[in-house]
C-alpha cells in the first residue's frame, strides 16, 4: 500500500519563504514529484527528485530524504500568482509511470 | 507544440445515460492516464494505458471502462452514469520508462455533472 501525507492548508505572506512537506510510506520508489494546480486549473508539473538532496529552479527548490521518506518543496520570495495547491507525488517503480498523489496542500499568499 | 486535450470541457447528464469523455494527446507518449478529482480526495486513478491494446484497473475504476486503439487516444465511459461520479475529470500522459523523470503531462479537464 501508500500514505502519502501532506498539511491541507498553509498561509504566508508576500515575498516570504515557505515550505511545504510531504511523508510517503510506499511498498517502492522510484522518484517523487511536486506539482502545482491553480482554482479550475490542471495540475502542472514543479519538480522531481529521485536522489536524496536538494533540487533548485529559480524560486521553487525541491528536496528528498530516501531514508527518512521525507520531501519538501520550498517557495521563495512568495508572490500572489503562487496561491495553487500543491501536489505531491511517489513513483513506487513498480507499474511504469503510475503517481500516487496526496490530497495536496492548499498554499494562500497574502499581500 | 504537443498537447493533450480533452473533450467536452462541462457536462450535464443524467443518472442512467451512458457518457464518454475524449482525451487526445500528440505527445507520442506510450502511458494514458484517467484521473477523478473531489474535494478532500486528490487525484485518484481511475484507469490507465501502457500502450495500444493495453488498459489497467486504477484505484477506482468500478463504472468506468476505456479502450487504446491508437497511441493518441484514450476514451473513458460512464457506463451507466451515477450521481457519485460528478467530479472534476483529468486526463494525463507520460513518456517511456527511460527518458528520465516520467512526469505526466494533465489535460485542462472535463467537469461532470451527473443529476
Known amino acids: 500500500g501508500q500514505n502519502i501525507d501532506q498539511p491541507t492548508e498553509m498561509t504566508a505572506t508576500e515575498g516570504a519563504i515557505v515550505q511545504i512537506n510531504c511523508t510517503y510510506q510506499t511498498s517502492g520508489f522510484n522518484g517523487l514529484f511536486w506539482y502545482q494546480q491553480h482554482a479550475g486549473e490542471a495540475p502542472t508539473f514543479l519538480s522531481y527528485?529521485?536522489?536524496?538532496g536538494l533540487e533548485e529552479k529559480g524560486r521553487f527548490s525541491s528536496f528528498l530524504s530516501r531514508s527518512k521518506g521525507y520531501s519538501y518543496l520550498l517557495l521563495k520570495e512568495l508572490q500572489m500568482k503562487d496561491s495553487a495547491s500543491y501536489l505531491c507525488a511517489v513513483d513506487r517503480g513498480s507499474t511504469l509511470g503510475r503517481l500516487y498523489f496526496g490530497r495536496g496542500t492548499q498554499l494562500t499568499v497574502w499581500p | 507544440d504537443a498537447e493533450i486535450t480533452q473533450s467536452p470541457r462541462h457536462k450535464i447528464t443524467e443518472t442512467g445515460r451512458q457518457v464518454t469523455l475524449a482525451c487526445h494527446q500528440t505527445?507520442?507518449?506510450?502511458?494514458m492516464f484517467w484521473y477523478r478529482q473531489d474535494l478532500g480526495h486528490g487525484l485518484r486513478l481511475i484507469h490507465y494505458s501502457y500502450g495500444v491494446q493495453d488498459t489497467n484497473k486504477g484505484e477506482v475504476s468500478d463504472g468506468y471502462s476505456v479502450s487504446r486503439s491508437n497511441t493518441e487516444d484514450l476514451p473513458l465511459t460512464l457506463e451507466s452514469a451515477a450521481s457519485s461520479q460528478t467530479s472534476v475529470y483529468f486526463c494525463?500522459?507520460?513518456?517511456?520508462?527511460?527518458?528520465?523523470?516520467?512526469?505526466?503531462?494533465f489535460g485542462p479537464g472535463t467537469r461532470l455533472t451527473v443529476t
Open positions: 505527445w507520442n507518449h506510450n502511458n
Open positions: 494525463a500522459s507520460s513518456g517511456v520508462v527511460g527518458t528520465g523523470g516520467r512526469e505526466q503531462y
Open positions: 527528485n529521485v536522489l536524496d
